[in-house]
């Protein structure tokens, strides 16, 4: 099951860099809305320091979003996802697979970008630490949850806006812990409640989900 | 003794002139209760100490706010039926009930935020249970949405339903959020362990309230789902003699 496991995401992260230039375009667009705020709110700095973590977190919520589109739609067009839903091999771990290499190539990337983006934001360096670690477990519980909606939306006319209205009710609750995580160790209260709370929805999201995309992917090609 | 099959009614061609059957009871029921409530909501029950008059929109808020909570879990569990079951009748029901849940959310946000305006000021507040509701209403819109996306209505019934399902998440969260976050919105005033914190009169209002919102549930999904079974079963044999007959 772990070979399993292990060459789905190899085959997945070589498909991804031979195609290098969609896993820039996510991380571009990422920059590029952290960057528009300023601009429409004004470079006040005290301001700017305030509204950082939420807008750092919502970036990163809609870019990893847009990539949800390509999870699994290449497979299903090229008629390997078929595939794998026959092998003996449980869907779920093939499912998680997917999804890990998804977060490699699409979730790291933003929270190795964050700090950057932090620091135009004037956020202090402790903050910072605080804005990667939560990125860091709350961008795989995005990729997770987001796979559900791919799967179910899979080869909709449409389907990239109507994965969003699916997805992005569930994604507040990472949105609220993940911000609210920095800016409670910026007011001196201390991340860990947030920080805990958000390692409490990875591991539940960890385990069911991929079941729920497994389950969405056979409905979706029945 | 007789038993009564209940799985006859499981069937969308022996359910659809059931439907029929009920749907003046409820309707009926759901005016005269409506009647009594608003009345009493108006005229008997006593002005609050704390918010003068102004509460008595609790009669409205209140029962929309619980149906929505209500209407998304038998959502969810005919979702489920449909899953596990196939049965084609438990799809139909769950996006039955679909559009009367949105409405309620609506109406316990919308009312909310009447009630808000004189408490507290301010029309909307970010907090835990204002922003869970609303995400209940954005649950609702998905579910539609994606119901209405996807043409082979068999998958769009298992889609949606499996959506419906994970969502149903959300519940315990909004009806909890006033115990485990600290927020504006008061408490719950009714609870089963420790009895009620309101005037009989309030609580029997708020009941014949809830029950009238209730009975127009179930009369308007009834109405609705007869309509979804023509849409599906339009070309089959029962629906023409049903259809012939004058019904």
Redesign the interface.
Known sequence: MLTALWWVVVRDLTLAMRRRADVLTTLFFFVIVVSLFPLGVGPEMNTLRLMGPGVVWVAALLASMLSLGRLFSADYIDGSLEQMILTPRPLAVLVLGKVLSHWLVSGVPLVLMAPLLGVQYGLSAQALGVLVVSLLLGTPVLSLVGAVGAALTLGLRGGGVLVSLLVLPLYIPVLIFGAGSVEASVTGLGAQAHLSLLGAILVPALVFTPWATGWALRISME | MRTINWFKYSSPASFYPLAGKLIPYFTVLAVVLTAVGLYMGFFVAPTDYKQGEGYRIMFIHVPAAWMSMFIYLVMAVYAGAGLVFNTRLSSMMASALAPTGALFTFLALWTGSFWGKPMWGAWWVWDARL?SEL?LL??Y??FM??KA??DDPR?AA??SG??AI??AI?IP?IYFSVQWWNTLHQGASISITSGTSMEATMLTTLLVMSFAFWMYAIAVVLARVRCEILEAEGDTEWVAAQLGKGQ
């Open positions: 922003t995400i954005f649950l819109i998905g949405s994606l996306a996807i998958r298992r889609a499996l959506l994970i969502g959300n969260i």
